[in-house]
């Protein structure tokens, strides 16, 4: 069956049914049915386990349980209590309070809701929650912003963590990502931990390496093997395993970080040498994450002539950071360039 139109109400009553929506406003009550909703078109599902197929462009909301969702470049609602499986990419999705669901694919945007617990397979993935759970399957990459969440890695996952106060179960081999000036808990064995400036790491675990300056490492236990890289970092120094001081930002995106170009008799640690076409480089993506909404939030402070956010030396300073290089060079080189 299909209909075209909108605002048109549809309840099918058998299950197994087929329909097709093209239009805007839709509503449909059934369960156990297959439901598509064409390109660009709007509606609200209500019913359990249905199979749903959504074109490009189109905005539904589910307000059911055990709903299968194929869909890319789609705006995806779950109401309260929702449960649903989301495959495919590029897509916009977010839950109400208490949902269940579970998204496999890649350049996905998630906001959960409160009390949400979902799992997550692909790279590129970008996730906002607060007090939620979130768990990855392995070889997931994605970045994680807000705080108080439980995130569970599996294995080879690689995550960027804007938010304090999360707690990352981690597995050899998962590298764990952290902006500046947060706090978290990493509990697990074999991890890289790569902190910014001015971090609070807990760690519990044997065998873990931690990257960062100026940061606080609590290493939970004796004899744990977990061994922290970086210069002026403190923390409760006879329980680490070792400290192997770096001069420079080691930590971190910054030049002489562990994701740059290292001194001479280091091996190089680019997360692009790992990552084909540098799509899954979550360092890069989360640095970006931090410098954007920076930018999107700047306004120009009393105190300062400047006019535009790169003349803020508040925020020139944060570019340095991310970018590596001072922002006065790069502008003093181009002035110079065109006045030759």
Not at 5 to 30: H, I, K, R, W, Y
Not at 34 to 41: C, D, L, P, R
Request: aromatic share 4%; no cysteine; glycine share 16%.
């Amino acid at each position: 069956m299909t209909v075209n139109g909108s605002n048109d109400q549809l309840t099918v009553n058998a299950t197994g049914a087929a329909a097709t929506f093209t239009g805007s406003g839709e509503t449909v009550n059934g369960s156990g049915d297959s439901v598509t909703f064409g390109n660009n078109s709007t509606g609200t599902l209500s019913g359990n386990n249905d199979t749903v197929t959504l074109g490009t462009g189109v905005a539904a909301t589910l307000n059911g349980t055990g709903e299968s969702v194929n869909a890319t470049s789609d705006v995806v609602s779950l109401v309260n209590g929702g449960m649903a499986t989301v495959t495919g990419g590029g897509n916009s999705i977010s839950t109400g309070t208490g949902a269940t669901f579970t998204v496999n694919g890649n350049s996905n945007s998630v906001t959960f809701g409160s009390t949400s617990t979902g799992t997550l397979s692909g790279t590129g993935n970008h996730v906002v929650a607060a007090g939620d759970t979130i768990n990855f399957a392995g070889s997931s990459k994605a970045t994680v912003a807000g705080p108080s969440n439980a995130v569970g890695l599996s294995t080879s996952d690689q995550i960027f963590v804007n938010g304090s106060s999360d707690t990352v179960q981690v597995q050899s081999g998962d590298i764990v990502d952290l902006a500046s000036n947060v706090t978290v808990t990493i509990i697990g064995n074999g991890a890289t931990i790569v902190g910014n400036t001015g971090d609070t790491i807990s760690l519990s675990g044997t065998g873990d390496n931690v990257y960062a300056d100026s940061s606080y490492v609590q290493v939970n236990g004796t004899d744990t093997g977990d061994v922290v890289h970086g210069s002026s970092d403190t923390g409760n120094r006879s329980n680490w395993g070792g400290y192997i001081a770096e001069s420079g930002a080691y930590g971190g995106y910054a030049a002489g970080g562990y994701y740059s170009a290292p001194p001479q008799g280091r091996s190089a640690r680019m997360v692009r040498n790992s990552s084909p076409g540098g799509l899954a480089d979550v360092a890069a993506i989360g640095a970006a994450d931090q410098l954007v909404h920076a930018l999107a939030s700047w306004t120009s402070p009393n105190t300062s002539a400047a006019t535009t956010p790169l003349e803020d030396p508040a925020m020139a300073s944060l570019v340095q950071t991310l970018a590596g290089e001072p922002l006065h060079t790069a502008r003093s080189s181009a002035s110079r360039h065109v006045t030759g």
